[in-house]
């Protein structure tokens, strides 16, 4: 397991700290991914939680053991960069026996343990090629072997599939997967992709210096705890008004919500977060109790995303219904399915 | 593939060595000559040139070459690599004096600089030898520095990470990672702060006070003395010769 407790990080020569008082748990054999707006500090909690770069406090622990000590190559952690840094100087192989050989293993025993991270990577046949001779999916495979021959009690990556395409992506976490499945590591991941986020167990979220979030993917979508961590994952539509007694009040009229804080029967000042698969759009202008004007039309793999202008400068992001034809201008209907999450501002 | 067609390769490559060669073909035939009249196509063949520049103590003095070139070379590689390491990887932020700074060996004159060190190293009462190595080194630390930053700057910084999240010490990421990626630029420093050492004149000749003679002290003064253009050629072919050679086995050994 991986644990950090009360981090906190600033750049030389930045006034506010990059990482603030950021704890968070990783269990033994799980994964959790970090997500967070670009220069939100997840790449910089990889480097602070691997030694290389050395926060001004909190601590990090490895296995219960504590290191924040203990210089980068004795913390039992391994990471994996968005670039492969293969080394090429060296052959395949001997790339990935190269933990082996910094580690004064005999050198036909790290190459053996490096063939056999070869194939579980299904590379076997790659060893004596250099670096340069392989693809981009081949160099991220190698890298993925080389980091697994450490043998790391957690595993770092920050974003090293997010330079593949779409097609060798879903082939690394394929592969991820099988690993995971047979070695069980310990794995944190940073990806500012959600579909991959999804591969976690669990979710953190890191906003402002902090943990704003962390629970399972699930969670997040069902129920963010705040604007920006609905932000962070996206796919929200942020409906201002008031709450009062699990009703929320806007110019979309009234609607029935779940909040945090149920009990309360107080009116107050709330954000209805609504996703998009929540609002269907139709052309029926008949149909859905809220009338609006589409703004614009995108797509969402095979689903149509209308977002619709519905007054008072209000725009909602929805599916648009199946069998329906809509266009930029036209007049059109919403309606919102199930009870969307709100939460104070 | 190459982009020029086999016509422009053959024509620069044919442009280059005459470029390089034919400098060198008169001294080349005059050292393997006895007497050349003038009006004469060839020389006379023969080679007391070399017979004589045998016993104007070229050995020795190629000697001292080549050991003042391997010492300048083993002090300014280091620094120009740690310099480079600096510069390249921006280490420290960025540095916008730093090629002022070390191109100010090259740019000032090095008879002027060589003459006011001169006192000032003769006042401190520090040997000639040595003074004429620590003035090499500066004059070639700047060249091993630029060459060493190229390479820094090319190879991303994060491969030393990379190599210490795979378990490596600081010393082994550098000793099996960083360095075998910059070894070109470390021969080619290398090879060039050899150069500074083994071609000086200025500074061996006023620093050294005469005493310290080098193989272009040897060219120098046969050429200016002596009117005998054998042994200048000799002398001359013999400086050349081992640059030529070391030349050819860097592109040897890159092959």
Excluded at chain 1, 257 to 265: F, L, P, T
Excluded at chain 2, 42 to 65: F, I, K, N, Q
Aim: glycine share 8%.
């Amino acid at each position: 397991m991986m644990r950090v407790e009360g981090l906190r990080f600033t750049h030389p020569g930045a006034e506010k700290a990059t990482l603030d008082d950021v704890s968070l748990a990783v269990p033994e054999g799980s994964m959790t991914a970090i997500v967070g707006a670009s220069g939100s500090g997840k790449s910089t909690l990889l480097r602070v939680i691997s030694g290389l770069n050395r926060p001004e406090a909190g601590h990090v622990y490895v296995d219960e053991g504590r290191v924040d000590d203990l210089p980068p190559e004795r913390r039992g952690l391994t990471m994996m960069f968005q670039k492969p840094h293969l080394f090429d100087h060296l052959s395949v192989l001997d790339n990935v026996a190269f933990a082996g050989d910094v580690a004064g293993v005999n050198r036909s025993d790290a190459r053996a343990e490096a063939q056999r991270c070869l194939e579980m990577v299904r590379l076997p046949d790659m060893g004596r090629r250099r670096p340069r001779q392989l693809s981009g999916g081949q160099e991220q495979r190698v890298a993925l072997a080389r980091a697994l021959a450490a043998k790391p009690h957690v595993l770092l990556l920050d974003e090293p599939f997010s330079a593949l395409d779409t097609e060798l992506r879903h082939d690394m976490h394929a592969l991820l997967g099988q690993v995971r499945a047979e070695l069980k590591p310990t794995i944190v991941m940073v990806t500012h992709d959600m579909a991959e986020a999804g591969l976690a167990d669990d979710v953190a979220v890191l906003h402002d210096s902090k943990i704003a979030q962390h629970a399972p993917l699930a969670a997040l979508f069902a129920e963010p705890a705040s604007v920006q961590v609905a932000r962070v994952i996206g796919g929200f539509s942020e409906v201002v008004g008031t709450c009062t007694d699990a009703h929320h009040t806007s110019a979309l009229g009234a609607w029935p919500i779940r909040c945090a804080d149920d009990g309360n029967s107080a009116s107050r000042q709330s954000v209805m977060l609504v996703r998009r698969e929540q609002v269907q759009v139709s052309a029926d202008t008949a149909q859905g109790p809220i009338a609006g004007q589409v703004r614009s039309l995108t797509w969402a793999g095979s689903r149509q995303i209308a977002r619709v202008a519905v007054g008072d400068g209000l725009e909602v992001a929805g599916e648009v219904s199946l069998g329906n034809t809509v266009s930029v201008g036209q007049q059109v209907t919403a309606s919102i399915v199930g009870q969307p999450w709100c939460v104070d501002v | 593939m190459s982009r020029f067609s086999p016509l422009w390769r053959w024509g620069g490559g044919a442009l280059l060595l005459i470029w390089f060669v034919l400098p060198l073909l008169p001294i080349m035939l005059w050292s393997l000559a006895d007497r050349w009249p003038t009006g004469d196509l060839l020389p006379t063949w023969g080679l007391v040139g070399w017979r004589e520049a045998y016993g104007d103590h070229m050995v020795p003095a190629l000697l001292r070459s080549t050991v003042l070139g391997l010492i300048v070379a083993a002090i300014a590689v280091p620094i120009g690599a740690l310099a480079g390491r600096a510069l390249g990887w921006q280490i420290g932020g960025r540095h916008p004096w730093s090629a002022a700074l070390l191109l100010a060996p090259i740019a000032l004159p090095p008879f002027a600089l060589a003459m006011g060190l001169d006192v000032l190293l003769l006042r401190l009462h520090i040997p000639q030898p040595v003074a004429v190595v620590v003035l090499l080194t500066v004059f070639a630390v700047p060249y091993t520095t630029y060459i060493v930053r190229s390479a820094y700057a090319g190879l991303d910084s994060q491969i030393e990470d990379q190599a210490r999240m795979l378990g490596a010490s600081a010393t082994q990421a550098t000793r099996k990672v960083t360095l075998p990626a910059i070894a070109p630029a470390l021969w080619a420093a290398a090879a060039m702060a050899f150069l500074v050492g083994w071609s000086d004149y200025v500074i061996t000749l006023i620093i050294g006070g005469g005493r310290l003679v080098t193989a272009p002290i040897l060219v120098a003064a046969s050429a200016s003395g002596t009117g005998n253009e054998p042994l200048t050629s000799a002398l001359a072919v013999a400086v050349a010769l081992p640059l030529v050679a070391a030349l050819l086995i860097g592109r040897l050994v890159r092959r």
